[in-house]
């Protein structure tokens, strides 16, 4: 009998699939925010200002915000369960319309036109959420010498977040930040860094897509049959986590800035060389390493794991676990 390598959309209960997912999802996001949060502030930071790095970010925040600063903007942050549950469709999606409908047999090519298409369904989602989260993010952030000139363009939101309202309302803080970017922007605010965020995003879940596949073939090859395909899985996924995020780091570092300082492309470019140079290459990327690696971690371990507890009983005896 020969062996379901991947596990497909129209093998499983739907019934099942979508609400273990989604659970699985929040409880991942609450997990790794703090350091979504941390590698925020590394990244629109000037040079090593405030914080020298992820561990010394993590002290500053917990000493001077209270464990409460490490969750900032996380209940906003987990309405991008929504989009995600539209990503992981349209990869599903994609897939089975790539090798049943266009009989593409190349897994690998798959993965990546799947991982990137997904991708900007899910990023369409997500970016206004991303950027409201961003904002809540640096509120109440420390500043220092050369974050100045960030704290000024962040003035008008640090003022709105101390106002009576934001005092008194459990949400005042989101409603003070949505009404500003739109008071500035219009509803084009919200939607500020959209193609850099699909410059950085689409290559990113491609690659980890692509990855991915590699790393879990060449695991499969040399592993002997008696070792679980989801440890495999689960090997193979945090190596394409650090893959993918070492080569899209900068576009990342962009993106945020970008997105919270509201410049164009090359003035980013411009301010980030003049500050970092080759530096930027690297800056945020280690805390962007452990999330990436640890996110990558559990999303297959819960992915894999409901697939296979979603599956209809007439696959069940031709997947292993």
């Not at 915000?65 to 309405?79: D, N, P, Q």
């Not at 992981?88 to 090798?99: D, G, K, M, Q, V």
């Not at 949400?171 to 500003?180: C, D, K, N, P």
Request: net charge positive; with cysteine; glycine share 6%.
């Amino acid at each position: 009998m020969e062996e379901i390598q991947v596990i497909e959309l129209r093998m499983m209960d739907k019934r099942k699939y979508y609400p273990l997912t989604l659970a699985s999802g929040l409880c991942i996001r609450s997990m790794l925010y703090p350091f979504m949060l941390i590698k925020t502030r590394l990244q629109i930071q000037r040079g090593n200002t405030v914080y020298k790095g992820t561990f010394d970010a993590f002290l500053k925040i917990s000493r001077g915000e209270g464990a409460s600063g490490l969750y900032r903007g996380f209940w906003v942050s987990c309405l991008q369960l929504f989009p995600s549950m539209s990503y992981i469709t349209s990869y599903e999606w994609a897939r089975h319309h790539l090798t049943q409908e266009m009989d593409v047999t190349n897994t690998r090519q798959v993965s990546f036109a799947a991982g990137g298409l997904a991708s900007i369904v899910g990023q369409t989602l997500a970016v206004p959420l991303d950027i409201v989260t961003q904002h809540l993010m640096l509120m109440g952030r420390r500043t220092e010498g050369g974050e100045a000139r960030a704290q000024r363009k962040l003035a008008s939101l640090q003022t709105v977040r101390v106002s009576e309202q934001a005092r008194h309302s459990r949400f005042g803080a989101v409603q003070a930040v949505v009404e500003t970017i739109y008071r500035q922007s219009g509803v084009l605010g919200f939607y500020k860094g959209y193609f850099v965020s699909l410059m950085c995003f689409a290559p990113n879940s491609a690659l980890w897509w692509f990855f991915y596949d590699i790393y879990s073939d060449s695991l499969t090859v040399v592993s002997p049959d008696w070792v679980p395909r989801l440890l495999l899985r689960t090997v193979a996924a945090p190596l394409s986590g650090v893959s993918a995020a070492v080569i899209t780091n900068p576009l990342d570092v962009i993106r945020a800035r970008i997105q919270v300082e509201g410049q164009t492309w090359k003035e980013t470019v411009e301010t980030l060389w003049e500050e970092e140079g080759y530096w930027i290459l690297t800056k945020g990327l280690s805390a962007r390493l452990v999330q990436s690696v640890t996110f990558s971690f559990f999303i297959i371990l819960g992915y894999e794991t409901i697939k296979r507890w979603s599956l209809l009983d007439r696959y069940k005896d031709k997947v292993r676990w």
